[in-house]
């Protein structure tokens, strides 16, 4: 009789088909006897109704009891008003942590298996901000902007549970990936919470790698990495370099980690030019379902699958997308057949797999009464001190600034700095730099002032003057935070 309940949604596109030889495959280690997978309606068929989630609310209902949702690809509608899924799924229910393991499998040559060079190690993603909000407008007419939000919780969120990750794994080293040379605020600040979340976890070491400088080591040596940490886009990137690393998508499995809701999937897509053959590789979403039932506890079955999957591809066993061209490539149900026929073997060119947890041990957190403000810094001292005016001209600098100078007379604040396209162009600046017709302008506070004289409304009015003659597409407040400047100087400054 089975105690748990995971919601399961198959996908489209090639989804049904590997979903089916996945759990059949599960039935026959024994999972079904613990587990129930409870049928949820996400992907084309809703959004062919008109629901721009792509989720029924039942299907949402049903993942949030169950805390645990299995899922095959699913299409993006191009064009129309439907989100992404996955991107939805994880923001909804604030999964967190995208964490992929990337290893080299017997069976799947790559350039690096046949070097002999190991790779084996994890990726540990945010997955919630960056620029994946999607926060996007169109300021001028040739300008558009999107948001990249880096905050300090969800930094130490996902820092924290790579480390608690990396400690359960008996990892010896963790690296944090990032660009924080140039975007010294928002990834310096996931770099510092890295940095203090790695205190808790003494016996790990600790090193930092700039995000191309990563890019290329991966290629070159990706046997010195163990677990890499990652803001939200790099990390999107660098999971697909390291997908190319151990044979391809077809093997990148993928758990989208939340406090209350986790997510298993597949890092490919639905496969649209190979749907309906039933030729898909289903080890991807094997792999990822061997993370859920590890997460789950039932670490016995996921150690007796991944065994006999090992055993089979050991064996030469292989869809037509890998492995040796020379055996016959297998279609999606006799490949499941053949890990099956395999339960209970181990592998010969790979450790085996080990895990004796017989009955799950997953208890899903109380659900909130209401939606959660977190926070790492409290009781900072906050003071305007400027502010940052982005309009939309098609203006020189030189009469911007006429315009700008004009505008703060008789205000706390003087013209400091015209950027455009983040190149100072104003009060100096290089007569190469071409411009757009976006700008930024900088007001500070005029001598005589001191932080705390004056409050946000100053530069409201401030605004409001500016806006009498041009398009204020949106501004900036300027702060000190602790008598530390919260905000970047431009190029040039
Ligand atoms: P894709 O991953 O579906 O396909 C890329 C190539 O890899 C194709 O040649 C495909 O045949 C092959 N491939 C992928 N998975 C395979 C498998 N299991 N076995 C054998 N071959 C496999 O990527 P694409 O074409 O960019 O996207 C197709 C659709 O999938 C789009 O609608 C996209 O939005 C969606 N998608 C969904 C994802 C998800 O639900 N997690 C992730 C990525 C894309």
Known sequence: ???????????????????????????????????????????????????????????????????????????????????????????????????????????????????????????????????????????????????????????????????????????????????????????????????????????????????????MNLVVKPQQYQMIVLPNLQGDIVSDLAAGLVGGLGFAPSANIGRHISIFEAVHGTAPDIVGRGIANPTALILSGLMMLRHIGLTGPAATVQNALFAALESGARTGDFGDAGKPALGTRDFAKAIMDRLGEKPRTVPASVGDGERPTFKKPERPAHQQVIRTFTNV???????????????????????????????????????????????????????????????EMREGFRAGDFGQSRCIALLDKIAEKFTVCSYELLRVFDGVRGYSLAQGQ
């Open 381 to 443: 001292v906050t003071h305007p001190v400027g502010c940052d005016v982005y309009l939309d001209t098609p203006l020189s600098p030189i009469a911007v600034a006429d315009e700008m100078m004009r505008a703060c007379e008789d205000t706390p604040f003087r013209l400091t700095l015209i950027s455009n396209r983040g190149t100072q162009v104003w009060p100096t600046g290089s007569i190469y730099t071409e411009c757009v017709d976006y700008y930024r302008v900088r007001f």
């Open 1 to 215: 009789m089975a105690t748990l309940r995971i919601a399961m949604a198959p996908g489209d596109g090639i989804g049904a088909e590997i979903m089916s030889a996945t759990l059949e495959l599960f039935r026959a280690a024994g999972v079904m006897e613990q587990v129930e997978f409870v049928p949820v309606e996400m992907g084309r068929s809703v959004f062919e109704t008109g629901n721009t989630r792509g989720m029924t609310d039942e299907a949402i209902r049903t993942t949030e009891e169950c805390g645990v949702l299995f899922k095959g690809p699913m299409e993006t509608p191009k064009g129309s008003g439907g989100k992404s899924i996955n991107v939805t799924a994880r923001k909804m229910w604030n999964a967190f942590a995208n964490l992929r393991h990337f290893m080299a499998l017997p069976g799947v040559e790559t350039v690096y298996t046949r070097a002999g060079i190991p790779v084996n190690f994890y990726i540990v993603r945010e997955n919630i901000e960056d620029t994946y909000g999607g926060v996007e407008h169109r300021l001028s007419n040739d300008m558009i902007q999107c948001k990249r939000l880096i905050s300090a919780p969800g930094s130490d969120q996902v820092s924290r549970f790579a480390f608690q990750t990396a400690r359960r794994l008996g990892l010896k080293h963790v690296h944090c990936g990032h660009k924080a040379n140039i975007m010294k605020m928002t990834d310096g600040l996931f770099l510092d919470r890295f940095r203090f979340a790695a205190k808790d976890f003494p016996e790990i070491q600790t090193a930092d790698v700039i995000i191309d400088a990563l890019c």
